[in-house]
Structures are given as structure tokens and as C-alpha cells.
């Protein structure tokens, strides 16, 4: 009998986790079958998912008139939905995160991204969400703006778990790393546990070729020299950030200063690839998940890649493989005329507004709902 893909990443020390959530795929047993199935150990969700879960299924329908009837307003109304599902998805891994003492069985759910921007609300509504939820095993989701990394560290302080988000750039993941460890420091010099204090940090993969690329295939359309390279570089921009950021994850979480916080029962705070469903179909539809597979890290994979990779993946760690490669490929990007850190810093602006635009769309559906 064939094995799992999915089961056998667990080998290497990679969690495959879930970028998707949805009331029926809970209750009809389907999570659960996931879990046991193919070895998924944990879920994550955004304002663009709980947004078409909503949207596109009657599942919700009775509880939204419900609600309405008793006066509630839309976002309420969102939030006791999310919170419910989040809420019952956590319960389904629960045995996980035990069983694994902590490291994987979580779920995510997000801040109200138009918070981006301000660190206090962002802190506020986050350590709101972490109370309402109860619950060990959630992260909640705060975007690793130049604002949210002051709540971020905040929040580790305060023993709140979280799931750095929308990472892009290999300067801001440092600065998510360090947002942790201040965190866990002021924890540990107050005196108080932190081995129960997760973070992962979700950096962002796809969505860097999908802009690079458009540069690069101008350059190929030109001809000459530079377009040779470019050629070279198509579709490796992505892998190459995300090897690079492991590398930096490895010199960070092995230095001396966060071995002082090991020792008091710190955890790693993972790295954790999102955005790994294929965009360009010139690619292979498991791309982002075949060249990431590395020990200690989370790969947070989309329904459509998660049937793709049981269907035909082969796993291997490939993570450390070919660093040199990667880091030319770094080395190439600015004599091509590719500022990178332009690019992720772009897409950063874009990751905010993408959340903000089906956060609003839902709310204005709920609203009509209302009515």
C-alpha cells in the first residue's frame, strides 16, 4: 500500500498544518479525518477564508438570522461565528496539542486587519479574542507590521500566543524573531512560566514569485544578457527568501541568548510557510511545499494543495538543500534591478488590503443579512 506524503513530512520534523476552516468541514467529521489521516496537526484561518466560508454556504444562514433577531450587528455577528468555529476546531485538536506538549494542535484567527496600523487596539482586541476563545491551543493572528511587532512583543509578555503574520521580507522576519524573544525575556524577568507561550512566524512564499516574476518577464521579453538571468531567476525568488530566513531562524534560535531562555522553558518560535498554494500554473501545484520541507517549521497548505501533495508528493528535506544557489540567487536580484526589500514591503501594503477587502465584503454581507 502506498504511503502518505502527508504523513511521512512528519518524518523530517515538519507540521503540516490547514490554511482553510469551515463549520461543515468540522462537523461532518472531515477534520478529523484529516488528522488521523494524514497526519494534519493544526489550522489556520484569515478574514479572505471565514469570508468565503460564509459567503458561499447556508451552513451559517440560521445562526445569522438568530442573531440579527436579538439586535446584533454585523461584525458581532462575525465574531461570534469565527470565534465558534475556531472554538470547535481547537477542541478537535486538543489531544494533539497535548500529546505533542504543546507543539503543534493549534488554530489561528486573525485580528480585525484594519488594525494593521495601530499597535494598541491591535494588542487590545488580541488579548480580547485570547480571553473569549479560552482556549490553550489557539494563536491568535496579528500582522507583522512595523506596529504590530510592538504588540506582538507585548502580547508574548503577557502569555498570549501568536502567529506572526504576513511576513514577506527577510529584515522583518528578524524583527518578528526579536519581538518573541523580548517578549519571552520580559516574561522570564518577571518571573513568570513561559513554557506554555507559542509563536509561530508565518512568512509568506508565493506571493513574492507572483511579483518578481512580472518584473523579471519584461526583462525576458527585452532579450540580451539580462535576460538570461532573469530566465535563471524566474520562479526562484521564493525559495530562495524562505531558505535564507530558515538560516537566519537557525543563527537566532541557536544563539546563546535564547538557549538562556530554552533552559527556562522557552519554545522555538517556528517558522511557518504560508501562502504555499501554487498561483502560476506554469509551476508545479506542490512547489511550495516540496522545496520547504525542513525540521522544526510548519507548512500551512490550502485544501486543493493539501489533495495534490496526498496524490503525488515526495517528500524529502530540502530545505538546507542548494544554499548556494539560493543565496546567488539573492545576489542576482539587484544587479537585474530588483529591490527586494521594495518588493515585500509592497506586498506587505497589498497583504493588509487583502484582508481588508473580504473582511469588509463579509461584514457588508452580514449587514444585509441583518436587514
Do not use: C
Not at 81 to 109: M, P
Not at 202 to 215: E, G, K, N, T, Y
Not at 310 to 326: T, Y
Request: hydrophobic share 40%; proline share 3%; aromatic share 8%.
Amino acid at each position: 500500500m502506498k504511503k502518505n506524503p502527508l504523513k511521512q513530512i512528519l518524518t523530517f520534523g515538519q507540521s503540516i498544518w490547514l490554511d482553510y476552516i469551515r463549520r461543515d468541514l468540522i462537523v461532518s467529521g472531515g477534520l478529523r479525518r484529516l488528522i488521523e489521516d494524514d497526519g494534519l496537526r493544526g489550522m489556520t484561518s484569515n478574514p479572505a477564508i471565514f469570508e468565503k466560508a460564509i459567503a458561499d454556504s447556508r451552513d451559517y444562514d440560521e445562526d445569522i438570522r438568530a442573531m440579527a433577531l436579538t439586535g446584533k450587528g454585523a461584525e458581532a455577528i462575525y465574531e461570534t461565528l469565527s470565534q465558534s468555529d475556531v472554538e470547535s476546531a481547537a477542541d478537535e485538536f486538543l489531544s494533539l496539542y497535548r500529546s505533542t506538549g504543546g507543539k503543534d494542535g493549534y488554530v489561528s484567527l486573525e485580528v480585525n486587519p484594519h488594525l494593521a496600523h495601530n499597535t494598541n487596539r491591535t494588542f487590545e482586541e488580541a488579548r480580547r479574542l485570547w480571553d473569549a476563545l479560552n482556549r490553550p491551543n489557539v494563536l491568535i493572528k496579528v500582522p507583522a507590521t512595523a506596529n504590530g511587532l510592538a504588540a506582538i512583543a507585548q502580547l508574548i509578555s503577557e502569555g498570549i500566543s501568536v502567529n506572526v503574520t504576513l511576513l514577506f521580507g527577510l529584515p522583518r522576519y528578524r524583527h518578528a524573531a526579536e519581538a518573541y524573544i523580548a517578549g519571552i525575556e520580559e516574561r522570564v524577568a518577571k518571573g513568570k512560566p513561559v513554557k506554555q507561550v507559542a509563536s509561530v512566524a508565518s512568512f509568506f512564499v508565493s506571493r513574492i514569485d507572483a511579483l518578481v516574476d512580472l518584473q523579471l518577464e519584461k526583462l525576458i521579453a527585452q532579450g540580451g544578457k539580462e535576460a538570461d538571468l532573469a530566465e535563471k531567476v524566474r520562479g526562484q525568488t521564493a525559495i530562495a527568501s524562505a531558505k535564507m530566513a530558515y538560516q537566519t531562524y537557525k543563527e537566532i534560535f541557536g544563539s546563546d541568548r535564547f538557549r538562556r531562555l530554552a533552559a527556562k522553558g522557552a519554545g522555538v518560535q517556528r517558522l511557518l510557510w504560508a501562502s504555499t498554494g501554487t498561483k502560476n500554473p506554469d509551476y508545479s501545484d506542490v512547489k511550495y511545499v516540496e522545496a520547504l520541507i525542513g525540521a522544526d517549521t510548519v507548512n500551512t497548505v490550502p485544501m486543493e494543495t493539501i489533495n495534490a501533495y496526498r496524490d503525488h508528493g515526495k517528500p524529502e528535506a530540502r530545505l538546507e538543500q542548494d544554499l548556494d544557489n539560493a543565496r546567488r540567487v539573492m545576489r542576482l536580484l539587484p544587479e537585474l534591478g530588483i529591490a527586494i526589500d521594495d518588493v515585500t514591503q509592497q506586498l506587505e501594503n497589498e497583504g493588509v488590503e487583502k484582508f481588508n477587502k473580504p473582511f469588509d465584503k463579509l461584514i457588508e454581507t452580514l449587514r444585509q443579512s441583518s436587514l
